[in-house]
């Protein structure tokens, strides 16, 4: 079942990349798209930091691909514009909207673009 309790130090887990930790609460019940007070999830933070082995449990155990962060934009978008290429690639083949647009106006793509990010020919090729 799960608890804030649960949730707070999964997102801690998370934070330091400790797939372990992160695995053992995961499998204790705590959910993967519980938001914080700033508005970010297991599977949000995982995908926007690159943290791929995180991201990978996160989606095995229900992400939702569609959640959006305190700036209305997919874990896509900040993983394109930290250029997090293998993070796009599965973000993309897990359904995470490509042309969603945030509360700012912007794309995975145009975020890639702007920061000259190697992300753009994977988004592109996935449009």
Not at 46 to 57: Q, R
Not at 59 to 75: I, K, P
Not at 79 to 106: F, S
């Amino acid at each position: 079942m799960s608890t804030p309790e649960l949730e707070r130090a999964l997102f801690d887990a998370v934070a330091r990349d400790d797939v372990a930790t992160a695995r053992a609460l995961i499998d204790a019940g705590a959910d993967v798209n519980a938001k914080n007070a700033r508005e970010d999830s297991a599977f949000l933070y995982a995908g926007a930091e690159g943290l791929n082995e995180i991201l990978a449990l996160t989606l095995e155990r229900g992400a939702d691909v569609t959640s959006t962060n305190r700036f209305g934009g997919t874990a896509l978008i900040p993983a394109a514009e930290h250029g997090h290429v293998d993070t796009v690639r599965m973000l993309i083949e897990a359904g995470v909207p490509v042309d969603h647009v945030n509360e700012p106006g912007w794309t995975a793509l145009q975020n890639a673009e702007r920061r000259g990010q190697d992300a753009v020919a994977t988004l592109l090729r996935a449009r």
